[in-house]
């Protein structure tokens, strides 16, 4: 079984600041692909970043340059900093982490990943 803690999220203004932190604990393997993805009401679930055993990161257009993903191998925990905030990041945020031992971050890694619970991040303009 796989345990998720997620915080960080909340409220911002537009052009403020977040950072969101997911601690890993549980039955699985750190060599493995991690990441945020995140879902607005009514829309479909959307990769914002992943980032790789190895520390390689992706990010989706949108929050190029603005979010930061990070992860710290030995306490299995994961962040995104999110700068210049919009109201179009606006969503419930979850954390993800892969289930098969990789050393890198596979196309449609997130088919088979363990998920957090979310944490819900809203910006006003």
């Known amino acids: 079984q796989v345990q998720f803690e997620e915080s960080g999220g909340g409220s911002a203004q537009a052009g403020g600041s977040l950072r969101l932190s997911c601690a890993v604990s549980g039955s699985f393997s750190a060599v493995t692909c991690m990441g945020w993805f995140r879902q607005a009401t009514g829309k479909e679930r959307e990769k914002v970043a992943s980032i790789d055993f190895s520390g390689r990161a992706t990010y989706t257009d949108s929050v190029k340059g603005r979010f930061t993903i990070s992860r710290h191998n030995s306490n299995n925990t994961l962040w995104l900093q999110m700068s210049e905030l919009s109201p179009e990041d606006t969503g419930m945020y979850y954390c993800?982490?892969?289930?098969?031992?990789?050393?890198?971050?596979?196309?449609?890694?997130?088919?088979?990943?363990?998920w957090g619970q979310g944490t819900q991040v809203t910006v006003s303009s």
């Open positions: 993800a982490t892969g289930r098969r031992i990789d050393h890198y971050c596979r196309a449609r890694w997130e088919d088979s990943a363990y």
